[in-house]
């Protein structure tokens, strides 16, 4: 729509009614006339272009977010790969960064093993093309070292990538600890 014209005329009787009795000039009237027209045009060109539906991102995230759930349940390194950006980064709840291949080697070789991941409280807010998502996670697990069972605060980071694709690109986690209770 690039190039269409607006005329907004507004008429010598109205501009003299305005002159006269808000006491402003003809300079003032063309001016408040093509802000109009500018605003209208705008409003215009708008119109023809697609509104980003808040609904449909959110149904999207849920739904990338229980695949990744049953990613960790499963350790299906083939839906986690498909999840992740190429340059994602993780940290675990205590402190330890992770790199995609670090995440989908330890899923492969079983090193987390998670028996249950009840997930609840999510929020989703959206920032352009980034999509901000924090949970509270109840987790049954181990590794070699022991059991990793407990509560924790996780934050997701999604990014629609060129492809129009929407890919993790950062996961922070934090143990929810019980007053009193040591680390």
Do not use: C
């Not at 109009?36 to 980003?52: E, T």
């Not at 992740?84 to 993780?90: A, M, N, P, Q, T």
């Amino acid at each position: 729509m690039s190039g269409a014209t607006i005329k907004l005329a507004v008429p010598v009787s109205v501009q003299g009614q305005l002159t006269r009795r808000l006491g402003i000039t003809r300079i003032v009237v063309s001016i408040l006339a093509a802000a109009l027209a500018l605003g209208a045009s705008s409003a215009i060109l708008r119109a023809g272009q697609p509104k980003v539906n808040k609904h449909e991102n959110r149904r999207e995230i849920d739904q990338l977010e229980e695949v990744w759930r049953n990613a960790i349940l499963k350790s299906d390194t083939t839906a986690m790969s498909g999840l992740l950006s190429e340059d994602y980064i993780g940290i675990t709840a205590s402190g330890t960064l992770h790199s995609k291949e670090e995440t989908l080697a330890n899923l492969r070789f079983r090193r987390v093993h998670v028996t249950a991941l009840n997930v609840s409280d999510r929020k989703v807010r959206f920032y352009g093309k980034t999509a901000l998502v924090t949970s509270l996670a109840e987790v049954e697990g181990s590794t070699a070292e022991g059991d990793v069972s407990g509560s924790f605060r996780y934050t997701r980071v999604y990014v629609r990538d060129a492809q129009g694709q929407w890919k993790i690109v950062s996961f922070e986690a934090s143990r929810i600890r019980n007053p009193g209770e040591r680390r």
